[in-house]
């Protein structure tokens, strides 16, 4: 575990020319007005005999630094990884010396130096964090032994025991390191679930649009059909009035055999399409239909069945649920997935779970592949995370054996969409590897079995994808099927 821990934080997948000019000069600027107040209120408050002069050059650098940059980049200048570095290491170099100056490690501002490290690790990438963290450990056992001492106006110095300044060095020392790894670890997190949440929006986009363009098609073959057959009509009936004149005739019978050809277009456009209200909600088994459709040719069978019977025997009884892009997307990632590693078969199950007096729904899809690894179960759902190993054999083409292909991004996917539909999404494995490997040779028909790999369920409250009893009912809308063979 400490070593996979150690992997990912290593990874320089937190990269990114994330870092503006003016964000580091904005905070340079705050540190000089932070550093010469307290110089003054040293100086004028607390009786502190500083080096004026140096502090004043020291702050002055800083200064200078900030105009320089201003004057020849914009402030709007998104920093390559060595310009921010180099920065980072201007900024330590220079509080280093003001410290140097002012106490060294006895300075209650030596915390100051863990500013620098903390932004390297957020944003840089991972030679640069290691860079600017070495030379932060560095210049603060620098301070632990050179720096000048806090005098007072009277001339007493403020002396700090030895124990207390290594306590400081050690507390520092700690603090560098664990910043750095902490630090990088929520932002190589942060990156990794932007991209993937990148993903899944690209995802539910595509999706979106294949069902608008899926219900402006079925909009446009009901709408064409009338002047359609209006047209075979009329010129039907004009070649039999030119029976006479066989070049006009000719031509009408062009007329009628294209608005044949346009019928059997429309014929397919209109196959997959709905009307408004079928295009809004759907049986349950139709929808999953739709969502497994793209894998069905893959060399696994994928078995659909309703409270344990088989979706053809379920017919007007089961569900009818609210047809999204969301739901269908997140349905055909699981598919997917299960059709990846399973061995023959996938089982989709659709239940009505009863919970606190209610009804909800629940779609459990699994395979009889090897099931998901024991150690990642608590981490799948997570994008980036490597799945499980893949079947013996692969009919449809795909890697045998080995290890997993893929990083978790297609689970991640459907576990953000199914829960933006308000599913509740969990995953398992059917049965441990041993029992699986010493079951009995003899089983029930494919229809009657039960998942022996990886099973994931979504689970819905009632009311969240399941139409009402009115609305499941209602009336279909204008888009209604149409056919042209009565013409």
């Given at each position: 575990?400490?070593?996979?821990?150690?992997?990912?934080?290593?990874?320089?997948?937190?990269?990114?020319?994330?870092?503006?000019?003016?964000?580091?000069?904005?905070?340079?600027?705050?540190?000089?007005?932070?550093?010469?107040?307290?110089?003054?209120?040293?100086?004028?408050?607390?009786?502190?005999?500083?080096?004026?002069?140096?502090?004043?050059?020291?702050?002055?650098?800083?200064?200078?630094?900030?105009?320089?940059?201003?004057?020849?980049?914009?402030?709007?200048?998104?920093?390559?990884?060595?310009?921010?570095?180099?920065?980072?290491?201007?900024?330590?170099?220079?509080?280093?010396?003001?410290?140097?100056?002012?106490?060294?490690?006895?300075?209650?501002?030596?915390?100051?130096?863990?500013?620098?490290?903390?932004?390297?690790?957020?944003?840089?990438?991972?030679?640069?964090?290691?860079?600017?963290?070495?030379?932060?450990?560095?210049?603060?056992?620098?301070?632990?032994?050179?720096?000048?001492?806090?005098?007072?106006?009277?001339?007493?110095?403020?002396?700090?025991?030895?124990?207390?300044?290594?306590?400081?060095?050690?507390?520092?020392?700690?603090?560098?390191?664990?910043?750095?790894?902490?630090?990088?670890?929520?932002?190589?997190?942060?990156?990794?679930?932007?991209?993937?949440?990148?993903?899944?929006?690209?995802?539910?986009?595509?999706?979106?649009?294949?069902?608008?363009?899926?219900?402006?098609?079925?909009?446009?073959?009901?709408?064409?059909?009338?002047?359609?057959?209006?047209?075979?009509?009329?010129?039907?009936?004009?070649?039999?009035?030119?029976?006479?004149?066989?070049?006009?005739?000719?031509?009408?019978?062009?007329?009628?055999?294209?608005?044949?050809?346009?019928?059997?277009?429309?014929?397919?456009?209109?196959?997959?399409?709905?009307?408004?209200?079928?295009?809004?909600?759907?049986?349950?088994?139709?929808?999953?239909?739709?969502?497994?459709?793209?894998?069905?040719?893959?060399?696994?069978?994928?078995?659909?069945?309703?409270?344990?019977?088989?979706?053809?025997?379920?017919?007007?009884?089961?569900?009818?649920?609210?047809?999204?892009?969301?739901?269908?997307?997140?349905?055909?990632?699981?598919?997917?997935?299960?059709?990846?590693?399973?061995?023959?078969?996938?089982?989709?199950?659709?239940?009505?779970?009863?919970?606190?007096?209610?009804?909800?729904?629940?779609?459990?899809?699994?395979?009889?592949?090897?099931?998901?690894?024991?150690?990642?179960?608590?981490?799948?759902?997570?994008?980036?995370?490597?799945?499980?190993?893949?079947?013996?054999?692969?009919?449809d083409g795909g890697k045998t054996g080995g290890e997993a292909a893929g990083m978790?991004?297609?689970?991640?996917?459907?576990?953000?969409?199914?829960?933006?539909?308000?599913?509740?999404?969990?995953?398992?494995?059917?049965?441990?590897?041993?029992?699986?490997?010493?079951?009995?040779?003899?089983?029930?028909?494919?229809?009657?079995?039960?998942?022996?790999?990886?099973?994931?369920?979504?689970?819905?409250?009632?009311?969240?994808?399941?139409?009402?009893?009115?609305?499941?009912?209602?009336?279909?809308?204008?888009n209604e099927r149409f056919t042209l063979d009565n013409v």
């Amino acid at each position: 575990m400490a070593a996979r821990f150690l992997q990912e934080l290593m990874r320089g997948e937190a990269s990114g020319r994330w870092v503006r000019l003016e964000t580091l000069t904005t905070l340079r600027w705050l540190a000089v007005i932070g550093q010469a107040t307290a110089v003054i209120l040293a100086d004028l408050v607390f009786g502190l005999d500083l080096p004026r002069v140096l502090a004043a050059l020291v702050i002055s650098v800083s200064v200078v630094f900030n105009v320089i940059s201003m004057q020849l980049f914009p402030p709007t200048m998104r920093l390559s990884h060595r310009a921010a570095a180099f920065s980072m290491l201007f900024d330590l170099v220079q509080v280093s010396a003001l410290l140097a100056l002012t106490g060294g490690l006895s300075n209650p501002f030596a915390m100051l130096l863990l500013a620098p490290v903390t932004i390297s690790a957020s944003a840089l990438t991972l030679r640069a964090t290691i860079i600017v963290s070495a030379a932060a450990l560095g210049l603060v056992s620098a301070l632990a032994h050179l720096s000048l001492p806090l005098r007072f106006a009277d001339g007493t110095i403020l002396t700090a025991p030895p124990i207390y300044v290594f306590g400081v060095w050690v507390a520092l020392t700690i603090s560098v390191l664990f910043m750095t790894f902490y630090a990088r670890r929520v932002s190589v997190e942060t990156y990794r679930m932007s991209r993937a949440l990148a993903e899944a929006e690209a995802a539910l986009a595509r999706e979106q649009r294949l069902t608008a363009i899926g219900g402006l098609a079925a909009a446009a073959a009901h709408e064409l059909g009338t002047p359609l057959a209006t047209i075979k009509l009329v010129s039907g009936e004009l070649a039999r009035e030119l029976s006479a004149q066989p070049e006009l005739k000719e031509d009408a019978e062009l007329i009628r055999a294209q608005a044949d050809r346009c019928r059997v277009i429309l014929a397919d456009l209109a196959q997959g399409g709905r009307a408004d209200e079928q295009v809004r909600r759907a049986p349950v088994s139709a929808v999953i239909e739709e969502a497994a459709e793209p894998h069905a040719g893959r060399g696994r069978r994928v078995v659909i069945r309703i409270e344990g019977k088989p979706a053809a025997e379920a017919g007007p009884e089961q569900p009818t649920v609210r047809r999204s892009p969301e739901l269908i997307h997140g349905l055909r990632n699981l598919v997917q997935n299960a059709v990846d590693f399973a061995a023959e078969t996938i089982w989709i199950d659709v239940s009505r779970p009863r919970a606190g007096g209610g009804q909800g729904l629940r779609i459990t899809v699994g395979d009889d592949g090897p099931g998901f690894p024991e150690e990642l179960l608590q981490r799948l759902g997570d994008p980036y995370v490597t799945s499980r190993p893949r079947a013996a054999s692969r009919p449809d083409g795909g890697k045998t054996g080995g290890e997993a292909a893929g990083m978790g991004l297609g689970l991640f996917i459907a576990k953000t969409l199914l829960e933006r539909t308000g599913a509740r999404v969990s995953f398992a494995n059917a049965e441990p590897p041993a029992k699986r490997r010493g079951r009995a040779a003899e089983a029930p028909p494919v229809e009657l079995r039960r998942p022996t790999g990886a099973v994931v369920a979504a689970v819905w409250p009632e009311g969240a994808i399941i139409a009402g009893r009115e609305e499941a009912r209602g009336r279909l809308g204008p888009n209604e099927r149409f056919t042209l063979d009565n013409v």
